[in-house]
Nanobody
Framework: QVQLVESGGGLVQAGGSLRLSCAAS???????MGWYRRAPGKERELVAR???????NYAGSVKGRFTISRDNAKNTVYLQMSNLKPEDTAVYYC?????????WGQGTQVTVSS
């Protein structure tokens, strides 16, 4: 079992930046870590993920604006979000994935005003 706690969400104006953090209750070294989001009325979607060797991939809508990183020593994953847009408004969830197990945090709200 891994408990994940997200933080860093909030209200920001379009063009602004936020950094989300996801703190895990145990070592994340063996997990693929990801950030997902769910906007009102939409399905949850992958935003970014980072493998155990720190390879990354991003949704097309955030590529070039968001950066995912991990600090295994601190059991923490980050999502640096820049040039935020109103369409980035969503609840952002942290995920730890090691097949067949998936763990989720409770989510943190990000609201981008125009």
């Amino acid at each position: 079992q891994v408990q994940l706690v997200e933080s860093g969400g909030g209200l920001v104006q379009a063009g602004g930046s936020l950094r989300l953090s996801c703190a895990a209750s145990r070592s994340i070294r063996i997990y693929v870590m990801g950030w997902y989001r769910r906007a009102p009325g939409k399905e949850r979607e992958l935003v970014a993920r980072i493998t155990q060797s720190s390879d990354t991939n991003y949704a097309g809508s955030v590529k070039g604006r968001f950066t995912i990183s991990r600090d295994n020593a601190k059991n923490t994953v980050y999502l640096q979000m820049s040039n935020l847009k109103p369409e980035d408004t969503a609840v952002y969830y942290c995920n730890a994935d090691l097949y067949p197990d998936k763990y989720w945090g409770q989510g943190t709200q990000v609201t981008v005003s125009s």
